[in-house]
């Protein structure tokens, strides 16, 4: 059996996003033959009701989800690097299947509200350090955060947005002259030279976050503590948006190396349980094909509900079709894994969507035992929606 394509994790500009409108997404998920598709911003839901309208418009089916950025003080304090290979202790999670439109009761809208604000408020300050930096070098221009805003976001503002704006800036001012171009980013990263082509907008932003932006750059700024939510309140937020909290795995680097949390697939697994989360995810570009074979199939066998996803969080267009690392092809085994993940995710949101108990109940309570029937059910919503587009 041939199993539908499935992308369950892609950013849009609601967040940040390689692409520039949300149904260029979806237009690249027809092209490619991609079935289902899953929104998943950080920190936002506002893109919901657009997504799900465009995608039933192309005979998608459309997945609602959400990310966030955690914290884990246990896991901090012992110096465990769970999902983020920098930073021990920091936690993303997302949210697989909530309501939409979406609806998110007190006191946990304001909580969302509150991070999202620290968000934008952390980009705002390396905005204006981003500035001094300009200044000094005596560049001639400056960078508006509101027009950034205003321009290049819906609404949230990522570090991403400011080195695209950056880019863009000097790009405009220097009327796309190469080399002066080459000489004036180079200044800025005080005289360390550049390495990718000018033609290459996608490597020229990420040299200019990784220059300027990140740790030890000119214009870094730390993130407040009030921007991470424990990771049990985001769990919370998760079951009272009616979702499904999920863990994303990094699993093996370039290198074969895993974080100190995911070195054992079985002990991870039964530490995500005792955290109640009982679903997982992989963007699959990271991993190599073996790994996921391992990890995602053992993880499926155990009850797990397991996604893949591309993220697109970044300058750089990928497909949207899934491949595991080097443009290797999932297997049918891996698709399979992705597309019953996938159906248990819509029969979830249907019945949440409804006023029903889905596969999790308000308090995240699991229902593994009827997983087959959730599958059964998710594939017939899916089927009911794509073939419309045949």
């Not at 204006?128 to 200044?135: F, G, I, P, R």
């Not at 704006?165 to 796309?176: D, F, G, I, T």
């Not at 595991?324 to 992705?338: D, F, S, V």
Request: charged share 25%; hydrophobic share 35%; aromatic share 8%.
């Amino acid at each position: 059996m041939q199993y539908p394509n499935v992308n369950a994790h892609i950013h849009t500009p609601y967040s940040f996003s390689a692409f520039a409108h949300l149904t260029e997404a979806l237009d690249r998920a027809v092209k490619e033959n991609v079935t289902v598709v899953g929104i998943n911003d950080f920190y936002s839901m506002d893109g919901y009701v657009e997504w799900r309208d465009e995608a039933l418009k192309r005979g998608l089916y459309p997945l609602f989800n959400i990310e966030f950025i955690s914290l884990q003080e246990e896991d901090q304090k012992a110096g465990i690097r769970v999902n983020d290979p920098n930073n021990p202790g920091r936690t993303y999670i997302s949210g697989k299947g909530l309501k939409c439109p979406p609806c998110l009761p007190e006191p946990f809208a304001s909580e969302l509200a509150a991070v999202s604000r620290e968000s934008n408020a952390q980009v705002y300050e390396m905005c204006s350090k981003l500035n001094d930096v300009l200044t000094a070098n005596n560049v001639g221009f400056r960078l508006d955060y509101e027009q950034i805003k205003c321009n290049l976001t819906k609404g949230s503002v990522r570090e991403r947005h400011l080195a695209k704006a950056l880019r863009l800036a000097v790009y405009n001012n220097l009327e796309n002259n190469t080399d002066a171009i080459k000489l004036l980013l180079e200044k800025l990263f005080c005289g360390k030279a550049l390495k990718s082509d000018v033609s290459d907008y996608a490597a020229i932003e990420n040299e200019i976050r990784s220059n300027l932006l990140k740790t030890g750059g000119a214009a870094f700024v730390p993130e407040s503590p009030k921007a991470f939510l424990p990771l049990e309140k985001v769990r919370q937020i998760i079951l009272a948006a009616g979702g499904i909290p999920t863990y994303p795995f990094l699993a093996d680097d370039a290198k074969g190396g895993f974080t100190d949390f995911e070195q054992n697939v079985e002990k991870t697994a039964e530490i995500l349980r005792q955290r109640g989360i009982f679903s997982v995810e992989f963007i699959t570009t990271r991993n190599s094909v073996e790994v996921l074979e391992r990890y995602a199939g053992y993880l499926s066998d155990n009850g797990f509900v397991v996604t893949f996803g591309s993220e697109h969080n970044t300058p750089a267009m990928e497909p949207v079709e899934l491949f595991a690392r080097g443009g290797t092809p999932l297997t049918e085994h891996l698709k399979q894994i992705n597309y019953e993940g996938a159906c248990i995710v819509a029969a979830h949101q249907e019945l949440v969507r409804n006023g029903l108990k889905g596969y999790l109940d308000s308090d995240g309570n699991v229902n593994i035992g009827h997983k087959a029937d959730f599958i059964q059910a998710g594939d017939k919503a899916i089927n009911a929606v794509s073939n419309r587009r045949d």
